[in-house]
Protein backbone atom coordinates (compact mmCIF):
# COMPACT_ATOMS: atom_id res chain seq x y z
CA UNK A 1 0.00 0.00 0.00
CA UNK A 2 3.00 2.76 0.84
CA UNK A 3 4.46 1.79 -2.68
CA UNK A 4 1.27 2.11 -3.93
CA UNK A 5 0.50 5.65 -2.26
CA UNK A 6 4.04 6.67 -3.58
CA UNK A 7 3.82 6.30 -6.99
CA UNK A 8 0.55 8.09 -6.88
CA UNK A 9 2.16 11.00 -5.26
CA UNK A 10 5.12 11.17 -8.02
CA UNK A 11 2.73 11.15 -10.67
CA UNK A 12 0.97 13.71 -9.24
CA UNK A 13 3.84 15.96 -8.90
CA UNK A 14 4.75 15.05 -12.55
CA UNK A 15 1.24 15.98 -13.78
CA UNK A 16 1.18 19.40 -11.73
CA UNK A 17 5.15 20.33 -13.07
CA UNK A 18 4.21 19.46 -16.56
CA UNK A 19 1.10 22.03 -16.48
CA UNK A 20 3.36 24.38 -14.86
CA UNK A 21 5.95 24.53 -17.92
CA UNK A 22 2.89 24.26 -20.49
CA UNK A 23 1.67 27.95 -18.77
CA UNK A 24 4.78 29.29 -18.95
CA UNK A 25 5.74 28.60 -22.52
CA UNK A 26 1.65 30.02 -23.18
CA UNK A 27 3.26 33.59 -22.20
CA UNK A 28 5.34 34.43 -25.07
CA UNK A 29 2.13 36.34 -26.54
CA UNK A 30 2.70 39.73 -26.49
CA UNK A 31 0.65 42.24 -27.49
CA UNK A 32 1.58 45.75 -27.82
CA UNK A 33 -1.13 48.88 -27.63
CA UNK A 34 -2.44 47.51 -30.38
CA UNK A 35 -6.42 48.02 -30.67
CA UNK A 36 -7.55 48.44 -27.02
CA UNK A 37 -9.99 50.65 -25.85
CA UNK A 38 -13.54 50.41 -24.42
CA UNK A 39 -14.99 49.83 -28.18
CA UNK A 40 -12.27 46.74 -28.78
CA UNK A 41 -14.07 43.68 -29.40
CA UNK A 42 -11.51 40.36 -28.60
CA UNK A 43 -11.03 38.29 -31.39
CA UNK A 44 -12.52 35.24 -30.50
CA UNK A 45 -11.11 32.84 -27.94
CA UNK A 46 -7.17 32.98 -28.82
CA UNK A 47 -6.62 36.30 -27.82
CA UNK A 48 -3.84 36.22 -24.20
CA UNK A 49 -4.51 37.70 -20.97
CA UNK A 50 -3.75 41.38 -22.52
CA UNK A 51 -6.60 41.29 -24.49
CA UNK A 52 -8.88 40.40 -22.25
CA UNK A 53 -7.71 43.75 -19.47
CA UNK A 54 -8.67 46.17 -22.21
CA UNK A 55 -12.19 45.72 -20.69
CA UNK A 56 -10.84 47.89 -17.92
CA UNK A 57 -8.49 50.05 -19.78
CA UNK A 58 -10.72 52.15 -20.90
CA UNK A 59 -12.05 54.27 -18.12
CA UNK A 60 -11.11 58.23 -18.57
CA UNK A 61 -11.74 58.85 -14.44
CA UNK A 62 -9.36 56.23 -13.46
CA UNK A 63 -7.05 57.13 -10.47
CA UNK A 64 -4.11 56.65 -11.88
CA UNK A 65 -4.84 59.18 -14.96
CA UNK A 66 -3.67 61.99 -12.48
CA UNK A 67 -0.31 60.04 -11.64
CA UNK A 68 0.79 60.01 -14.99
CA UNK A 69 -0.74 62.65 -17.36
CA UNK A 70 2.31 64.93 -16.69
CA UNK A 71 4.00 62.23 -18.79
CA UNK A 72 2.18 62.23 -21.98
CA UNK A 73 2.97 65.81 -23.96
CA UNK A 74 6.51 67.13 -24.09
CA UNK A 75 5.18 70.49 -25.73
CA UNK A 76 8.80 71.60 -26.42
CA UNK A 77 9.09 68.20 -28.82
CA UNK A 78 5.78 68.87 -31.09
CA UNK A 79 6.54 67.96 -34.48
CA UNK A 80 5.42 70.10 -36.96
CA UNK A 81 5.58 68.09 -40.65
CA UNK A 82 2.49 66.53 -39.49
CA UNK A 83 0.89 65.49 -42.47
CA UNK A 84 3.85 64.74 -44.22
CA UNK A 85 4.49 60.60 -44.99
CA UNK A 86 7.83 61.05 -43.59
CA UNK A 87 6.90 62.62 -40.52
CA UNK A 88 8.53 60.75 -37.17
CA UNK A 89 6.94 60.78 -33.93
CA UNK A 90 8.94 58.58 -31.46
CA UNK A 91 9.70 59.18 -27.50
CA UNK A 92 11.42 62.68 -28.46
CA UNK A 93 9.27 63.85 -31.08
CA UNK A 94 5.44 64.33 -29.73
CA UNK A 95 2.35 64.97 -32.11
CA UNK A 96 -0.32 67.42 -30.50
CA UNK A 97 -2.88 66.37 -28.83
CA UNK A 98 -5.81 67.85 -31.04
CA UNK A 99 -3.72 66.38 -33.89
CA UNK A 100 -6.25 64.14 -36.63
CA UNK A 101 -4.99 63.39 -39.59
CA UNK A 102 -6.83 65.28 -42.74
CA UNK A 103 -7.63 62.29 -45.07
CA UNK A 104 -8.63 59.18 -43.00
CA UNK A 105 -10.51 56.61 -45.18
CA UNK A 106 -12.15 53.17 -43.65
CA UNK A 107 -10.34 50.14 -44.78
CA UNK A 108 -12.89 48.19 -47.02
CA UNK A 109 -10.73 46.17 -49.63
CA UNK A 110 -8.13 44.37 -46.51
CA UNK A 111 -9.99 41.73 -43.89
CA UNK A 112 -9.91 43.55 -40.97
CA UNK A 113 -9.69 41.77 -36.79
CA UNK A 114 -11.85 44.39 -35.10
CA UNK A 115 -15.10 46.00 -35.27
CA UNK A 116 -13.98 49.24 -33.77
CA UNK A 117 -14.21 51.24 -36.73
CA UNK A 118 -11.33 53.50 -35.27
CA UNK A 119 -8.36 51.17 -35.80
CA UNK A 120 -9.74 50.41 -39.31
CA UNK A 121 -9.04 53.89 -40.66
CA UNK A 122 -5.69 54.58 -42.04
CA UNK A 123 -4.74 58.06 -44.37
CA UNK A 124 -5.75 57.32 -47.78
CA UNK A 125 -2.25 56.97 -49.42
CA UNK A 126 -1.25 54.29 -46.74
CA UNK A 127 -4.88 52.40 -47.18
CA UNK A 128 -3.75 52.29 -51.08
CA UNK A 129 -0.77 51.14 -50.10
CA UNK A 130 -1.85 48.49 -47.72
CA UNK A 131 -4.17 46.86 -50.23
CA UNK A 132 -1.36 46.66 -52.90
CA UNK A 133 0.71 44.93 -50.05
CA UNK A 134 -1.73 42.46 -48.84
CA UNK A 135 -3.13 41.74 -52.70
CA UNK A 136 0.55 40.85 -53.96
CA UNK A 137 0.67 39.08 -50.46
CA UNK A 138 -2.34 36.79 -51.67
CA UNK A 139 -0.49 36.37 -54.93
CA UNK A 140 3.04 35.18 -54.37
CA UNK A 141 2.90 33.35 -51.17
CA UNK A 142 -1.14 32.22 -51.01
CA UNK A 143 -1.07 33.87 -47.97
CA UNK A 144 -3.90 36.09 -46.14
CA UNK A 145 -2.86 38.79 -44.44
CA UNK A 146 -5.23 40.96 -41.62
CA UNK A 147 -4.79 44.48 -40.70
CA UNK A 148 -5.44 44.25 -36.81
CA UNK A 149 -5.32 47.97 -35.30
CA UNK A 150 -3.92 51.34 -37.76
CA UNK A 151 -5.53 55.01 -36.29
CA UNK A 152 -5.54 55.42 -33.11
CA UNK A 153 -6.30 59.01 -31.34
CA UNK A 154 -4.55 60.36 -28.66
CA UNK A 155 -7.50 60.23 -26.66
CA UNK A 156 -7.80 56.26 -26.93
CA UNK A 157 -3.75 56.10 -26.24
CA UNK A 158 -4.42 57.90 -22.87
CA UNK A 159 -7.06 55.06 -21.85
CA UNK A 160 -4.63 52.20 -23.22
CA UNK A 161 -1.27 53.68 -21.75
CA UNK A 162 -2.88 54.18 -18.29
CA UNK A 163 -4.37 50.82 -18.18
CA UNK A 164 -0.47 48.87 -19.46
CA UNK A 165 1.25 51.56 -16.52
CA UNK A 166 -1.57 50.36 -14.08
CA UNK A 167 -1.56 46.45 -14.86
CA UNK A 168 2.21 46.18 -15.74
CA UNK A 169 3.73 49.72 -14.05
CA UNK A 170 5.30 52.32 -16.15
CA UNK A 171 9.36 50.64 -16.83
CA UNK A 172 7.61 47.77 -18.57
CA UNK A 173 5.02 49.78 -20.05
CA UNK A 174 7.06 52.17 -21.65
CA UNK A 175 8.83 49.68 -23.29
CA UNK A 176 5.68 47.97 -25.46
CA UNK A 177 3.15 50.69 -25.17
CA UNK A 178 3.81 54.94 -26.43
CA UNK A 179 2.63 57.43 -24.28
CA UNK A 180 0.09 59.68 -26.22
CA UNK A 181 1.32 61.78 -28.12
CA UNK A 182 4.26 59.50 -28.77
CA UNK A 183 2.36 56.83 -30.83
CA UNK A 184 2.69 56.34 -34.80
CA UNK A 185 -0.38 55.20 -34.69
CA UNK A 186 -2.23 58.48 -34.28
CA UNK A 187 -0.82 59.85 -37.74
CA UNK A 188 -2.51 57.60 -39.72
CA UNK A 189 0.49 55.85 -41.12
CA UNK A 190 1.16 52.78 -39.20
CA UNK A 191 -0.68 49.55 -38.81
CA UNK A 192 -0.43 46.28 -37.37
CA UNK A 193 -0.91 43.49 -39.10
CA UNK A 194 -1.05 39.56 -38.42
CA UNK A 195 -2.49 36.41 -39.63
CA UNK A 196 -3.93 33.02 -39.18
CA UNK A 197 -1.16 31.43 -38.71
CA UNK A 198 -0.66 33.29 -35.43
CA UNK A 199 -3.58 33.00 -34.48
CA UNK A 200 -4.55 36.88 -35.49
CA UNK A 201 -2.48 37.58 -32.72
CA UNK A 202 0.66 40.51 -32.54
CA UNK A 203 3.19 38.48 -31.45
CA UNK A 204 6.99 38.12 -32.00
CA UNK A 205 6.16 34.62 -33.21
CA UNK A 206 4.69 36.45 -36.59
CA UNK A 207 8.65 37.34 -37.58
CA UNK A 208 9.12 33.53 -38.22
CA UNK A 209 6.03 32.83 -40.18
CA UNK A 210 6.00 33.01 -43.92
CA UNK A 211 3.93 35.89 -43.65
CA UNK A 212 6.25 37.91 -41.70
CA UNK A 213 9.38 37.01 -43.14
CA UNK A 214 7.53 37.95 -46.43
CA UNK A 215 7.00 41.27 -44.43
CA UNK A 216 10.30 42.11 -43.68
CA UNK A 217 11.69 41.49 -47.01
CA UNK A 218 8.81 42.83 -49.53
CA UNK A 219 7.07 45.47 -47.53
CA UNK A 220 9.24 48.28 -48.93
CA UNK A 221 8.57 47.82 -52.18
CA UNK A 222 4.73 49.39 -51.42
CA UNK A 223 5.91 51.77 -49.01
CA UNK A 224 6.44 50.49 -45.42
CA UNK A 225 9.33 49.48 -43.19
CA UNK A 226 8.65 47.06 -40.27
CA UNK A 227 9.49 50.33 -37.61
CA UNK A 228 10.95 48.32 -34.95
CA UNK A 229 13.02 45.80 -36.24
CA UNK A 230 14.96 42.93 -33.90
CA UNK A 231 18.13 44.07 -32.52
CA UNK A 232 16.98 47.69 -32.47
CA UNK A 233 15.37 48.48 -29.36
CA UNK A 234 17.97 50.49 -27.98
CA UNK A 235 17.18 52.75 -31.03
CA UNK A 236 13.83 52.71 -31.07
CA UNK A 237 12.94 52.76 -27.31
CA UNK A 238 11.08 49.63 -28.04
CA UNK A 239 10.69 45.91 -28.47
CA UNK A 240 11.05 43.84 -31.46
CA UNK A 241 7.60 44.21 -32.94
CA UNK A 242 7.64 42.46 -36.54
CA UNK A 243 3.85 43.27 -37.38
CA UNK A 244 4.46 46.90 -36.98
CA UNK A 245 4.79 48.60 -40.70
CA UNK A 246 5.00 51.95 -41.30
CA UNK A 247 4.20 53.88 -44.33
CA UNK A 248 6.91 56.58 -45.75
CA UNK A 249 6.63 55.97 -49.22
CA UNK A 250 8.27 53.87 -51.56
CA UNK A 251 11.59 55.77 -52.13
CA UNK A 252 12.15 56.24 -48.53
CA UNK A 253 11.26 53.00 -47.90
CA UNK A 254 13.28 51.44 -49.91
CA UNK A 255 16.50 53.57 -48.72
CA UNK A 256 16.00 52.70 -44.86
CA UNK A 257 15.14 49.25 -45.80
CA UNK A 258 18.43 48.61 -47.97
CA UNK A 259 20.75 50.44 -45.47
CA UNK A 260 19.48 48.38 -42.43
CA UNK A 261 18.92 51.05 -40.38
CA UNK A 262 15.74 52.15 -38.14
CA UNK A 263 14.23 55.08 -39.47
CA UNK A 264 15.51 57.31 -36.49
CA UNK A 265 19.03 56.22 -37.64
CA UNK A 266 18.67 57.13 -41.00
CA UNK A 267 17.04 60.46 -41.14
CA UNK A 268 18.78 61.86 -37.90
CA UNK A 269 21.48 59.41 -36.93
CA UNK A 270 20.06 58.44 -33.86
Avoid at 18 to 43: E, F, L, P, Q
Avoid at 220 to 228: A, D, E, Q
Wanted: with cysteine; proline share 2%.
Amino acid sequence: MKIFLLVCLILVLVFINACGDRGTKDNNIVIKDSDRDTNNVNVGSNDNKDDNENEVVGSNDSKDDEAVVETFLDENNVVTNVESIEVVVNKQRNLDEKYVPEDLVTLTDVPTCLANPEVNQLKKEAADALTDLFEKAKEELDIQLYARSGYRSYNTQVSLYNGYVTNHGQEAADTFSAKPGQSEHQTGLAMDITSETVNLQLTEDFGDTDEGKWINENSYKYGFIVRYPKGKESITGYMYEPWHIRYIGKELAKKVYESELTLDEYLFGE
